[in-house]
């Protein structure tokens, strides 16, 4: 029998896909970093890929596959990878999987680290063009005989536009372009990214999927939705293999093993326990941000509210057909002349902090902070403006969230 609720297959994933030993519900953790085997042979099979056992756990370990085959089969994909952090995901990722010569495409609007990754990439020779992916026809404009790859968020950080997902996916699958998507805001109960037909999920366990704050960890997913066999740039070591697992076979030997960003067991221990009860989290923290951004907007004080479930949002009614809810991030723009230091200064409840997707409500301004380094003339190109503000909504109870920010507008 097959069983289709996302929270159902979660939490019996470890058990029925990782099947532990003696009846156990969760796969046992450890963290033995060397694996010992009684006939040399075997070692040497595992080696040369004749055997899938383990030999070092930076490379692999029967705790990490577990997390891996659990977010795997969230996704539908062929096989995921973990990695010690979003970062670590995404840079790996690229790193293993382009060269010199190649272009690609990036979103205008990512995440600042990934932003400032773009440079460093440039660096290498690998040329990136940075365009409004809200707008089909840019990304067609951008396409090269060298593109490789679109890379892009599914709803982006902070001014929260939602590129034009499907249409996207059309054109990678006409151009043969792989297609990245950062599906760190809307995890596999909001978004099916196998509808847009995305190539690879890459992002971070640290937020919505692990959700309380206590651990970093990031994950690439291959869709299976991808032909490798297109792809100018596999190891002519890795084709002995099935071609759809050589994408990911080439992250994993020229990434995650060369490279070494690798996800700790005990992370990956942690990143299991929260993920558990994440459409849970997600559901009240999607019903809370839609209240919370419907309370603003209408705030004498508040002078814009960026949110996709409002219906002033340009890609509102896109948001609705990608998503199964709105997902928790949302900013605003206080009146002109107002003190938004003043104003974070006087919440209570909500912490002043970076990160997102955490159980408690948190809020920072964005130009000073996480896309200061950024530059005045990218901001204003992102969108962001001076006083922005960026909510990552919690989990708590939405009168308290909503008293929180009624006092602190209050003495403005
Ligand atoms: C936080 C974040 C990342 C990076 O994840 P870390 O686990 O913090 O390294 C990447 N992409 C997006 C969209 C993020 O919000």
Not at 13 to 19: M, S, T
Not at 109 to 121: D, I, K
Not at 281 to 307: F, G, P, Q, W
Request: proline share 3%.
């Amino acid at each position: 029998m097959e069983f289709k609720g996302f929270t159902t297959r979660l939490v019996h994933a470890d058990r029925l896909i990782n099947q532990p030993q003696d009846g156990a519900v969760h796969q046992a953790t450890s963290n033995s970093v060397l694996f010992e085997y009684q006939r040399v042979e075997d070692l040497v099979d595992v080696f040369q890929g004749r055997n899938n056992g383990h030999a070092y756990s930076r490379q692999s370990s029967a705790s990490i596959n577990a997390l891996q085959n659990m977010l795997s089969q969230l996704e539908g994909g062929v096989g995921a990878l973990t990695f010690a952090t979003g970062m670590a995901a995404i840079t790996t990722t690229m790193l293993a999987l382009f060269k010199q010569g190649d272009h690609l495409i990036f979103s205008q609007f990512l995440f600042g680290n990934t932003n400032s990754f773009a440079h460093t990439l440039r660096g290498l020779g690998i040329d990136v063009t940075l365009v409004d992916t809200t707008n089909l026809a840019n990304v067609e404009a951008a396409i090269q005989p060298n593109t490789r790859a679109v890379y892009l968020e599914t709803i982006a950080n902070p001014v929260t536009q939602v590129p034009d997902l499907k249409g996207i996916g059309k054109l990678c699958e006409k151009h043969g372009l792989l297609y990245l998507v950062d599906n760190t805001m809307t995890p596999a109960n909001l978004f099916d990214a196998k509808s847009v037909k995305a190539s690879m999920l890459v992002g971070s366990l640290t937020k919505y999927i692990a959700g309380h704050g206590h651990v970093l960890g990031g994950a690439v997913v291959d869709t299976g939705l991808f032909d490798w066999q297109t792809f100018p740039n596999i190891n002519e070591s890795y084709k002995s293999q099935p071609a759809h697992m050589w994408g990911l076979l080439q992250v994993k030997k020229k990434g995650l093993r060369d490279m070494g960003g690798c996800l700790t067991p005990d992370s990956a221990h942690l990143i299991s326990i929260g993920m558990e009860t994440l459409a849970l989290r997600m559901d009240k923290i999607c019903k809370n941000a839609l209240t919370l951004a419907t309370y603003l907007a209408s705030h004498a004080k508040v002078e814009k509210v960026y949110y996709p479930g409002l219906s002033d949002h340009p890609q509102h009614h896109l948001a609705g057909d990608l998503f199964a809810q709105y997902g928790g991030i949302l900013s605003l723009d206080l009146k002109e002349g107002t003190d938004c230091f003043a104003f974070l200064n006087d919440l209570k409840l909500v912490l002043n902090a970076t990160h997102l997707g955490d159980t408690r409500t948190l809020a920072i301004p964005v130009a000073h902070t996480i896309y200061f380094e950024m530059g005045a003339e990218q901001r204003a190109k992102a969108g962001i403006s001076d006083n922005m503000i960026r909510l990552s909504v919690g989990i708590e109870d939405i009168d308290d969230i909503i008293a929180d920010f009624e006092q602190a507008l209050d003495k403005l």
